[in-house]
């Protein structure tokens, strides 16, 4: 089967390949668990960030989705909004306003355009049926973090009153600035915190990415023990190299995520890791399985 796999993804080529490959790979999985039963213990709501997968098509994606049992995809803009809902599934934390990761809250040059942007997206987002956007605090630019903090506190108080009106959530991510993203500026849980106190309300939180806080700071369970109040949204990846969560990595995944629960939190945990194995989804199935703890 691994020669024959191998030959076919030599040959494959274009859209039309790309498709085969997804309903092959979504085939596999439904055998495998027809052959041993996958049924997950419901304390964890799974996710899958879209672009880790961008190379399979989005209804593959959903199809394999709906028998890893996920129920969410996220990062995915408007227009692939209606192919979610095709496959009953919602994403937990979608993507479509901002400026991109650079450009963010903490520079009010920005801060008008990023307002029109996220108010005509906010009530898009809530008329979808999802309840939370994601959003970004730009770099620093030779910004002080203190100045950074009030600027987006500034500009993310101007949003607020779309939010609750539609009772839609401004996560911003927590971001590394040591390896991924040099310069960011939201790159420590407490800064975060300290600029949702800032913004005073309950429609802004923060994106604890479990792989990026793991190399700013570490300390990732008493963190989210200390912090969880300001948290709305997790994300998995392997460190270092945010591949697969199996042994490969030092985190151990079980135990964070029995913490997670052990705040009361009733969100969503997507996975956000960039398989290495050439059957992805087979990695992406195993993540959830890790993660899928009583």
């Not at 213990?41 to 899958?48: C, L, Y």
């Not at 809250?105 to 005509?120: G, R, T, V």
């Not at 987006?152 to 991924?180: F, I, P, W």
């Not at 912090?227 to 985190?251: A, C, F, M, W």
Request: charged share 25%; net charge positive; aromatic share 8%.
């Amino acid at each position: 089967m691994t020669n024959l796999r191998r030959s076919f993804l030599k040959k494959a080529a274009g859209t039309a390949a790309m498709a085969t490959l997804g309903n092959s790979l979504v085939n596999r999985l439904e055998a495998a668990d027809s052959a041993m039963g996958s049924k997950l213990k419901g304390k964890i709501n799974h996710s899958v960030c879209r672009w880790c997968y961008d190379k399979i098509p989005l209804e593959d994606l959903c199809k394999a989705a709906n028998k890893i049992g996920l129920t969410s995809i996220e990062l995915v803009g408007p227009g692939e909004w209606p192919t979610l809902k095709k496959y009953g599934l919602t994403s937990a934390l979608p993507q479509g306003a901002g400026m991109g990761i650079d450009k963010g809250f903490n520079n009010p040059q920005y801060h008008d355009a990023l307002i029109k942007s996220y108010e005509e997206v906010i009530p898009q987002v809530a008329a979808a049926g999802f309840n939370q956007i994601i959003c970004f605090s730009g770099n620093r630019k030779g910004m002080d973090d203190e100045t950074g903090m009030k600027n987006c506190a500034t500009g993310l108080k101007r949003l607020m009153s779309t939010a609750e009106k539609h009772n839609v959530t401004l996560v911003m991510e927590l971001l590394n600035s040591k390896v991924n993203h040099k310069d960011y500026m939201c790159d420590h849980t407490a800064w975060g915190a300290s600029l949702a106190d800032m913004v005073g309300s309950d429609k802004f939180k923060l994106l604890y990415d479990i792989y990026h806080m793991q190399i700013m700071e570490g300390d990732v369970i008493a963190t989210i023990r200390k912090y969880n109040k300001y948290i709305s949204h997790y994300h998995t990846g392997g460190v270092p190299g945010r591949n697969e969560i199996d042994e490969t990595q030092e985190l151990y995944y079980p135990a964070i995520m029995k913490a997670i629960l052990e705040t009361g939190y009733k969100g969503f945990v997507a996975q956000e890791f960039i398989p290495k194995r050439e059957d992805k989804l087979a990695s992406l199935k195993q993540g959830v399985q890790i993660c899928d703890v009583a």
